[in-house]
């Protein structure tokens, strides 16, 4: 597997401030992996960090096959990024802003500006001053930037951050797009874990500067938590059943039984038996997984009751 | 210094497209009108207190209207506007990218970090340069407008040369001060330090330390003072200072911005 990727323990501290704790990740080519966690996780100074653009206090980062330093001029040529919000020069239209970035980035052709604002969906807004655009234009403009000159590697903090709902399906397929055909290798944070599991392979998740999890998309399906939730018209006396039935049910706020034995979960249809020969057919019968966003909070060590 | 030349293309268009060169354009112009209007002044002080450019209790200025003077004038002026508006320019330069967030954007390119401060440098040069051009001939035909009496050319070209001598030691003793513009992300701080510059500048001229401090330097010159090769080598290094604090900084210091 080739990497494009790696850190190696990476710190970076500001003061008494750990932003970056020991990470250690890596992405394999062609990979999309998103990076999740909540505001001041320390997802940007990562990122960060993987530009060289602040210097680890300890640890080291490769990109490409480069090891970053501060100020180096590899491997920029193969790497797009955004990194925190997407700004461009506001007195320059949009045309303006991805010439002067194919300008800085010696080997794009002209053609690209014009390809890389059709792919955006910015061809309305080519020669509007990029000042007066609304927050999704202005996003694409930077996802514009990041794509202009057809990297290898892409680095992008919160891609879909100001896009509308049709905007955000519409980058979700770009991005997975430029992964299945040009092989192309997406480093992308987030706060939605919702958003990223329908993109990317791999997630990371890092809560106070610490990597907590690094799973692939099936492991995270695995590790959801499940339950199965239960009516009848006598609760109390379906609980009765279930116990002597030797399950650990519990009644839920909403008066619902619920059960989270792995076999009840699995074969809800014996439950389903159980209640019926003791005549307290349910009413209602559910597998209900975990949502992503609980799953996040949980793994982050903040269940829904701490965040209100 | 990887991509240099687009380097420079790009600061000379973002400079283009935007409206501070049109506004430290006008500010500069303010140099050669005020320095005409003084002519006409003493040129004729009774005139001016009629039609009220002056009040009757103004106390004149000692000087007389002629070439030399009004160079002198023009001069002067740049040494203590000029910085002002130097240090403007290269705020701009520098500051406007974290004002715009954009810095970002400049530091993890195949263009070197080095080449994309060299590029602002030369636009803030060439910038300069073209104001003084600008005062240069604007200052030339208002002379001539309020009718100074004829002196020999060269008295008026070694005026000139006094004016251009002055706003390139103004010039070159900005780079500290917009060195403020990267280390303290914006345009406020190095103007902050501009303004106690001058202010500092004024006050080491009144007590007689003024050769050796770098931003009294241009309006000792401009006022004809005798200075020593130590002056000008205090603001070479001054200048070099700066652009190397300027290179440093970007090459190597966090950017959180």
Known sequence: ?308 | MTNLVPAIWVELFKARRSKVPLLTGLGFLLVPIVGGLFMVILKDPEFARHVGLISAKAQLMAGVADWPTYLELLAQAIAIGGLILFSLIGSWVFGREYSDRTVKDLLALPTSRSAIVLAKFVVIALWSAALIVMITLVGLVIGLAVALPQVPGQVILQGWITVALTAGLAIACITPIIFFASAGHGYLPPMGVAILAIFLAQIIAIVGWGEFFPWSIPALYSQGENLGNISYLIVIVTALAGMAATFIWWEMADQNH
């Open chain 1, 1 to 308: 597997m080739s990497v494009a990727i790696e850190t190696d323990n990476l710190v970076k501290r500001y003061g008494d401030v750990t932003a970056v704790n020991g990470l250690s990740l890596r992405v394999a080519t062609g990979e999309i992996y998103a990076f999740l966690g909540l505001n001041g996780a320390g997802k940007t100074t990562t990122i960060r960090l993987l530009l060289g653009m602040v210097k680890p206090t300890s640890g080291e980062a490769r990109v490409l096959g480069t090891r970053i330093r501060v100020g180096g001029k590899k491997p920029w040529g193969s790497v797009g990024y955004l990194v925190e919000t997407a700004d461009a020069y506001p007195e320059l239209s949009v045309r303006e802003n991805l010439e002067v970035m194919r300008r800085l980035r010696p080997g794009t052709e002209p053609q690209a500006v014009d390809r890389v604002i059709e792919r955006l969906g910015l061809t309305d807004y080519a020669d509007r001053r990029a000042g007066t655009l609304s927050h999704g234009n202005a996003q694409r403009l930077g996802l514009a930037k990041a794509l202009l000159h057809d990297p290898e590697l892409l680095i992008l903090d919160e891609p879909a951050i100001g896009l509308d709902p049709a905007g955000i399906v519409e980058i979700r397929h770009l991005l997975l797009d430029l992964a299945r055909e040009k092989g192309v290798t997406i480093f992308m944070s987030s706060h939605v874990l919702g958003e990223v599991s329908r993109l990317a392979q791999r997630i990371g998740i890092i809560h106070q500067g610490t990597l907590l999890q690094e799973l692939d998309i099936n492991e995270l399906e695995r590790n959801r938590r499940q339950r199965l939730l239960i009516r009848t018209r006598d609760n109390g006396a379906a609980l009765d059943v279930l116990q002597d039935a030797g399950f650990a049910p519990n009644i839920s706020s909403d008066s619902t039984i619920e059960v989270k034995d792995r076999l009840a979960i699995e074969r809800p249809d014996d439950i389903a038996t159980h209640l019926v020969n003791a005549g307290h057919a349910p009413t209602m019968l559910d597998v209900e997984q975990e949502d992503l966003e609980h799953y996040f909070l949980r793994i982050v060590g903040l269940e829904e009751s701490d965040v209100g």
